[in-house]
């Protein structure tokens, strides 16, 4: 119980603010002292982690190209615009099917950001990209997909690990997610307080 300190927590029963010492912490629950009340408030750690971890991150995942030819498009953390335009943060390979390219030149957008009660990385994806001189969203020509389903207009979308992010209809990506390790990602741990659990 590294880190903790003494903390008040109002009584689930009668409401009024009960003593949390590092001993009651431990047991993981603690009798409320108040005359007449004597209930056991159940102490249910809260805890976040510290966003820094990600700047000791190896990597942030990626893409995979399931195609004839499997090749694999590293991502970068915030925000990833896909597309065959040098612009892009991942730049793919503009594939031809019958003298067609499908993917738009800035086609999609792959946001990574942390979410600090998980401790794991997020993944969200929108169909189109902001362009960098107007200030303003453009959608690709032909559409994205994920897991086979169209995004909407203005939808941001958590896409899964193993989620199928299809480019014009055509190209299937697989993100990969970057699963940060236990061992680190307790180092990061910040014990917030405790609350009493409701439930019961
Ligand atoms: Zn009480």
Redesign the pocket.
Known sequence: MSGFKTTLIN?R??G?RILVRAADAERGSIM?S?VG?G?INELQKLVHYDESIVQGLPEFGQLTYLGNAESSYSLQFGRNVIGTSETCTVRVTRFVHEGRCFISRRHCTLTITFDKWTGQLRYQLQDGAIDDTTHTHHYSLNGTLLNGIPLQKNELIDVDNGGIITLGGVDRFRLTHFPIPPAMLDTYKIELGFNPDRTQ
């Open positions: 009584c029963q009668c009024r409320c108040h009340c209930a």
